[in-house]
């Protein structure tokens, strides 16, 4: 695994920054709404992927102040991410109660990063009552309702599984990677733990695989090389902080990740 130099540094001229991205990128909906676009970039993909491309994501600067929206399609395209266009994302690790972690390999159909492996659910809160924040507690309640609405979408777990209160926020990562020439990532993702025992009824449109792994399990995939490919957010969380979080979980249980939660800052991984 490669060693990611990380740093919580806040970007300064926020509002210069913010005025610089609405006028790049016009197409951002300040009231977080936005209108649905069709172009050739989503010809021949799969019906029930495309329409999710509809759908609203949150737009920021570099703070992770929301700026507006836009939807999916336009901030993953890799046309508007080299330009700056930056939206908020979360990332859920879920454990059982052997300390083991729920990975899933992302369905064929999936428009970025298909057939990859990765955390338990990787998705976005959406701009609607109940998912944006502009201030940090908020902004994690927010992503706290969008993970156990993806969770139940994906893999079928219901919400009483997985309660609001039962999710650990640890920190944020922002990154940038590339899926291919046309589609890619640029987020500012939320780090998500819980443990809980779930029931899971896969939604084949979304997930191809699942399985359960130790951490010994995990280091063992990697080590297959070209055979696995994995996510590059989980990819940079995996080489960075999660063997050390998930050892805490490990030794102490839930109480353990209480040195990890609540960051501040903002760890740059570009």
Known sequence: ????????????????????????FPEIDTALATIPQTTDELTGYDEEQIRLMDEVCIVLDEND????????????????INR????????????????????????????????????TCCSHPLGIPGETGSDLDTAIQGVRRAAQRKLNHELG???????????????RIHYKAASDGTWGE???????????????????????????VSADDLRGMFAEGDTLRF???????????????????RESGEKGLDAFKNEKGIRRML
């Open 1 to 24: 695994m490669t060693t990611t130099t990380t740093s919580s540094q806040p970007v300064s001229n926020t509002n210069t920054e913010s005025n610089n991205v609405l006028h790049l």
């Open 65 to 80: 102040l929301p700026i507006g929206s836009a939807s999916k399609k336009t901030c993953h395209l890799m046309s508007n």
């Open 84 to 119: 700056g266009l930056l939206h908020r994302a979360f990332s859920v690790f879920l454990f059982d109660s052997q300390n083991q972690l729920l990975l899933q390999q992302r369905a064929s159909e999936k428009i970025t990063f298909p057939d990859m492996w990765t955390n």
């Open 157 to 171: 777990i219901q919400s009483d599984q997985v309660p609001l209160d039962r999710f650990h926020f640890l920190t």
């Open 186 to 212: 640029h987020e500012i993702d939320y780090i998500l733990f819980i443990k809980s025992d779930v029931d899971l009824n896969i939604n084949p449109n979304e997930v191809r695989d699942t399985r359960y």
């Open 231 to 249: 996510t590059p957010w989980f990819q940079l969380i995996c080489d960075t902080m999660l063997f050390e979080w998930w050892d805490s979980l």
